[in-house]
């Protein structure tokens, strides 16, 4: 069975840019895994940020941007804020109807 | 604008079967391009997608679950439900319902429900 990654965990400084990835453990991740990232803070239900590797959910700011990279997908947070720390999941598309999600990266800003 | 709310017992027993709605507000569960499923988070762990079915009456079930697990549709209440069988303390987790719009190029989870925690225990 086929294995979403993601990274633990991660930290970046406030204002700075972090990059995290979503890689399958067998193969390379495309545009035609449509992946999509989601934001949850203790206690709260996810939050969709982007989708369909680069679409930006509503109300989204545009310093959350979504890509392929490499062979993995990527969400990219630039200009950190503390706000931001958070556990961050993605999900994608194996076919057949069905949805994976990775393990999640507990994101740190300090 | 689109509101979801699970409901059901916070408490099962082992061997018994979980049995959740999710009550769709703000628009139709009838539309096209919709589907409609259901995501469980066990305490401190991450996501794990169960199911989701089509408002045309597909289902699509997490291979892991599908022995289970069963979405349906009830169009004239407005209301999608779950029901997993035959529960385990394994099972216990926060259960979400979803919205996942599909279009010609795109597919997003535009809409989740704030989750409601299920544990199963005697």
């Known amino acids: 069975q086929t294995v979403v990654t993601q990274e633990p965990s991660f930290s970046v400084s406030p204002g700075g840019t972090v990059t995290l990835t979503c890689g399958l453990s067998?193969?390379?991740?495309?545009?035609?895994?449509?992946p999509s990232w989601f934001q949850q803070t203790p206690g709260q239900a996810p939050r969709t940020l982007i989708h369909?590797?680069?679409g930006r959910s509503s109300g989204v700011p545009d310093r959350f941007s979504g890509s392929i990279l490499g062979n993995t997908a990527a969400l990219t947070i630039t200009g950190a804020q503390a706000d931001d720390e958070s556990d961050y999941y993605c999900?994608?598309?194996?076919?057949?109807?069905?949805?994976?999600f990775g393990g999640g990266t507990k994101l740190t800003v300090l | 604008q689109l509101q979801l709310q699970e409901s059901g017992p916070g408490l099962v027993k082992p061997s018994e079967t979980l049995s959740l709605i999710c009550t769709v507000s703000g628009g139709s569960i009838g539309g096209n391009n919709y589907y409609w499923g259901w995501i469980r988070q066990p305490p401190g762990k991450g996501l794990e997608w169960i199911g989701n079915?089509?408002?045309?009456?597909?289902?699509y079930y997490n291979p892991s679950l599908k022995s289970r697990v069963t979405i349906s549709v009830d169009t004239s209440k407005n209301q999608f439900s779950l029901k997993l069988s035959s529960v385990t303390a394994a099972d216990t987790a926060v259960y979400y319902c979803?919205?996942?719009?599909?279009?010609?190029?795109?597919?997003?989870?535009?809409?989740w429900g704030q989750g409601t925690l299920v544990t199963v225990s005697s």
């Open positions: 369909s590797t680069n």
């Open positions: 999900v994608l598309y194996m076919g057949s109807g069905i949805w994976v």
């Open positions: 979803s919205r996942r719009v599909e279009l010609a190029t795109t597919t997003n989870f535009d809409s």
């Open positions: 067998s193969g390379s991740v495309s545009s035609s895994f449509y």
């Open positions: 079915i089509y408002s045309g009456g597909s289902t």
